[in-house]
C-alpha cells in the first residue's frame, strides 16, 4: 500500500460542531423544524446537495438556498468548528516517513477541505486534494476517487487505499477497483462499513496505523 487516500469528515478531522450548526442554521431559515438534532450527523459525509434533497425533500429551488444559507455560515465560522482527531498528526507523519503517498478524498469542496487542513497545519502532509466543487458538477465519491487515479498513472491499483467512515467512501473504493479501510471513531451508523464491504476495519486511529504499516488490507 503506497498511496494512501483520506476522506476528511469524520476520518482526519471531527468536524461535527461545524456542520451541524451550519445545517441547523440553513433548516431554520427555510423554516424546517428537526426535533431530532442528533439527526443533523447525517450530514456528515455524503454530498451536501444530496442529503438536503433526500432527508428533508427539498426541491431543487430548495436545495439550492438551504446549500446556500449553509455556506454563508459554513465559510464565516463553521470550517472553524473542528479539531483532528487525537492521533491524526502524528499518523501523518509516521506514514510520510515511510514513504507512503496521501492524498485527501472529500466530498467537501476543495476550498474549504484546504483550509482546514492548513488551519490545523496538516496541508504538509498531502501530495494533494481531491474534492467536490462548490458548484456540485463533481461531488460523488467515486468521480473524487477517480481524479486522484488520474494523477497516479502509474500506479498499481493494488497499491491503493481509501480510508473513510462512511459507506460512500468504502462504496467509492470498490467501484474504482481499489482497496478500503473503514474507521468506526467517525460518524457511521452500526454495520455500516461492514455492510458496505470495507476490507479493513479500525476502531482507532492507532488501530489504523497498525493496518496501513503492518496487517495490510484486503
Do not use: W
Request: glycine share 10%.
Amino acid at each position: 500500500m503506497r498511496y494512501l487516500l483520506f476522506d476528511l469528515d469524520g476520518t482526519l478531522i471531527n468536524t461535527k460542531e461545524g456542520i451541524v450548526k451550519s445545517v441547523y442554521y440553513a433548516l431554520d431559515f427555510l423554516g424546517v423544524t428537526e426535533d431530532e438534532p442528533e439527526k443533523l450527523e447525517r450530514f456528515i459525509g455524503p454530498p451536501l446537495e444530496s442529503s438536503f434533497r433526500d432527508f428533508y425533500q427539498l426541491n431543487e429551488t430548495g436545495v439550492r438556498r438551504a446549500v446556500e444559507k449553509y455556506r454563508e455560515r459554513y465559510t464565516k465560522k463553521g470550517q472553524y468548528e473542528c479539531e483532528p482527531y487525537p492521533g491524526i498528526p502524528a499518523l501523518l507523519r509516521k506514514l510520510k516517513e515511510c514513504g507512503k503517498t496521501l492524498f485527501v478524498a472529500t466530498s467537501k469542496p476543495g476550498v474549504f477541505a484546504e483550509e482546514i487542513l492548513r488551519h490545523h497545519q496538516l496541508l504538509q502532509y498531502f501530495d494533494g486534494i481531491s474534492a467536490a466543487t462548490l458548484d456540485g458538477t463533481v461531488s460523488e465519491k467515486p468521480d473524487i476517487i477517480r481524479a486522484v487515479l488520474k494523477r497516479l498513472p502509474e500506479a498499481d491499483l493494488r497499491d491503493v487505499v481509501m480510508i473513510g467512515d462512511r459507506r460512500f467512501d468504502i462504496l467509492g473504493a470498490k467501484e474504482c477497483g481499489i482497496k478500503s479501510v473503514g474507521v468506526r471513531y467517525g460518524f457511521p451508523e452500526p454495520g455500516e462499513l461492514e455492510k458496505a464491504g470495507a476490507g479493513s476495519i479500525a476502531d482507532t486511529v492507532e488501530q489504523l496505523l497498525e493496518i496501513l504499516l503492518k496487517a495490510g488490507v484486503r
